[in-house]
């Protein structure tokens, strides 16, 4: 039996993630749009033995596109229609939400009306009136609670019966000016001699051709002989808009929202005196002009520690495992027969990459369920707002400061939660940004050489004074970035505050499941791989000291000495800079492989380096290109080597300007 196509589709904060997890359950794929980093997912299920494909269209308020996931939704529907459409709204806030799905009823295409959060609406005292609803609507209209399964089944029962053409669907009746509605009506009785439209509706195709842009060159594009009526179209739009005297989008939306205000006065009855819900009361607190910044810190820097209290025990055991297996496996007898050089690749180049992916996963699998956590609570949107006008110098929206605030922990985490943010120019912009905070990997390297170079009544003052440079950093080089359009132009950012609701345990295991696992499939290969060639820089030729001056990695660090020598950073420390793109944690144990010593490598780099010198290095790790990790999962969000490559070309740029400033102005002070 041929596979069908169901597309779900809401403005943000209904509810559709959740619905479309509880009808695909884990049997989903993630991808992306094609030619953009929007996440793409695609899910399958089984409707009484027929086979549907369900797509999971991004948030969108209108299919006539201000933001780059309205685009997709609009161009979705007009090259590829589904069989069907399931839109979702909230049945506390009809009227949000009804806009689109009037866009959507005329389209021609079947619709099934799912209203959600029906358990929030009974609270609120809000009663629907479903009947007159669906025939208003001329669709089926579905009540449901899809955090709990309520309706499920019978949503099921109605998008089968659709999928199957037994519901009986008709566009809705919007009252439009007498002059929009003839050009609309002249335009469809031309565009219905034409062929290859369906399935949609005429005066569908009708507005998209009046409204003129990339929706009409893709219809026309689609079916050239609409070319004619694209000319005609255009006189009409500027007759159309001189009489109205408003732009024709403006106008079709005023009698959308105008016969949504209408529709909502029709099928709802609200209580009489509104009573004060719990979302009130906690935003009395936490949204508190005084405390709630505050309280917003308090919060990030729980989770902060819960991810790493929780976590890093579990890095460190999965870290004493993999150690355990390289050392059993360099006394297998497989490996033992195998040349020293092939074996040392395997174990200490394949098994050590594949070390790193395991290690990251306790860390990762713990910050994506408390962030869950804290969306599926509504907290986020709380957060955003709070921080959305510290934001805005950096041309970000408030959700930045989140993804900026977890780098502190770990970058890559950090990176993969970027996805939450609105738009393709701030997460390509907060990608480029995280890398410059100050992670705990980093964090090692500084408290290790504060405390044998400075005095241990300066050192606490280093390593706060590294916090606060990263802070500057990040602002200079969000500074640096503001003229450059990365990822296009920002776009309004609508902060929405949906009410604070308990999150089920299955929604937050399924969203981390799922996220964890698009972070080994995707970053697991280039990890890996880099892992393995830096290995190789730092072996071969195999016949002297891994990692000395004879080796690949010791002759490019001799080779970039010239580089390094203006900033304080003599050739053993860039080879140990090399290591450190494998992680940041190994650059101390690089160093003690280079100065050949492990008991005594404090001794060897106070004797070595000054603190002048030992600030510079300190400076430069701080600012430098990010571990490969980072860089895989910065490719593998961003979709494109160029920003991957801008990372590191913007770390390595910075971080040797710094360093240079910091060594030389250091040097003509005296120090």
């Known amino acids: 039996m041929p596979e069908v196509t169901l597309a779900i589709t809401a403005i943000p904060n209904s509810g559709k993630t959740t619905l479309f997890n509880r009808l695909t359950g884990a049997n989903q794929t993630v991808g992306n749009w094609p030619g953009v980093s929007v996440e793409k997912k695609v899910g399958r299920l089984q409707l009484n033995g027929l086979h549907v494909q369900l797509v999971d269209l991004p948030g969108a308020y209108s299919i006539t596109p201000s933001s780059l996931e309205e685009e997709i939704v609009r161009d979705y529907f007009l090259d590829s229609p589904p069989h069907l459409i399931l839109n979702v709204v909230e049945a506390g806030n009809l009227y949000r939400g009804l806009g689109m799905t009037l866009q959507l009823s005329t389209s021609g295409i079947p619709m099934v009306l799912a209203v959600n959060m029906m358990d929030e609406a009974r609270r609120q005292g809000i009663q629907i009136n479903f009947t007159a609803f669906s025939k208003h609507l001329g669709v089926p209209v579905v009540p449901l609670v899809a955090r709990t399964g309520e309706g499920i089944t019978e949503l099921k029962r109605v998008l089968l019966e659709g999928l199957q053409g037994k519901g009986i669907y008709r566009p809705p009746l919007i009252s439009l000016p007498p002059v929009l509605e003839k050009a609309i009506t002249d335009l469809s009785r031309q565009i219905e001699g034409q062929d290859g439209y369906a399935p949609l509706d005429t005066s569908f195709v009708a507005v998209r051709l009046l409204e003129g842009g990339e929706a009409a060159s893709r219809l026309v594009r689609r079916l050239p002989s609409l070319q004619p009526i694209l000319r005609r179209a255009g006189a009409k739009r500027n007759w159309v808009e001189k009489i109205l005297g408003t732009d024709l989008v403006t106008a079709c939306a005023q009698c959308r929202f105008n016969a949504a205000r209408g529709l909502v006065r029709e099928v709802t009855k609200m209580p009489g005196v509104i009573p004060t819900t719990l979302t009130e009361k906690i935003d009395n607190v936490l949204m508190h002009r005084l405390i709630g910044l505050p309280l917003f810190f308090l919060i990030m820097f729980l989770l902060f520690q819960g991810v790493f209290a929780l976590g890093t025990p579990l890095q460190e055991l999965t870290g004493a495992w993999i150690g355990s297996l390289q050392a059993w ?211 071969y030729p195999g016949y002297v000291p891994a990692g000395s001056a004879e080796t690949l990695a010791g002759c490019i660090g001799r080779s970039l000495a010239p580089l390094f020598e203006p900033i304080g950073i003599h050739w053993q420390e860039s080879v140990a800079l090399i290591f450190g793109f494998i992680a940041k944690e190994i650059v101390i144990g690089a160093m003690a492989v280079i100065y050949g010593t492990k008991a005594d490598l404090a001794g060897q780099l106070s004797a070595h380096l000054s603190s002048l010198e030992g600030l510079s290095f300190m400076v430069f790790t701080l600012i430098y290109t990010p571990c490969v990790a980072t860089l895989a999962v910065i490719h593998t969000e961003s979709r494109s080597w160029k920003i991957t490559a801008s990372s590191v070309l913007l770390g390595l740029g910075l971080a040797w300007m710094v360093s240079f400033l910091l060594y030389q102005g250091g040097r003509l002070l005296g120090f």
């Open 329 to 539: 496996l360099k006394n297998w007898p497989v490996t033992a027969g195998l040349p020293p050089m092939l074996a040392d690749f395997f174990i200490d180049g394949i098994i050590e990459g594949g070390g790193v992916v395991v290690s990251f996963f306790p860390i990762i699998a713990l910050f994506f369920i408390f962030l869950s956590l804290i969306e599926d609570t509504g907290y986020m949107a709380r957060a955003a707002f709070l921080m959305d006008r510290v934001m805005h110098a950096l041309r970000l929206d408030g959700k930045a400061f989140i993804s900026l605030f977890l780098g502190y922990g770990c970058n890559v985490p950090a990176i993969m939660s970027t996805r939450i943010l609105s738009s393709r120019h701030s997460r390509i912009l907060t990608m480029l940004l995280i890398p410059f905070t100050l992670c705990t990997a980093r964090l090692q390297i500084f408290l290790f050489l504060s405390a044998i170079l400075f005095a241990p009544s300066i050192a606490p003052l280093i390593v706060f004074s590294l916090y606060a440079g990263s802070f500057l950093i990040i602002i200079l080089a969000g500074t640096m970035l503001r003229p450059f359009h990365l990822g296009g132009s920002p776009e309004p950012f609508i902060m929405e505050l949906p009410p604070y609701r308990l999150p089920l345990l299955r929604s937050v295991g399924l969203r981390s499941w799922l996220e964890v696992k698009d972070f080994l499939y995707r970053a697991a290969t280039l990890i890996i791989t880099g892992v393995a060639v830096v290995w190789f820089l730092t072996h």
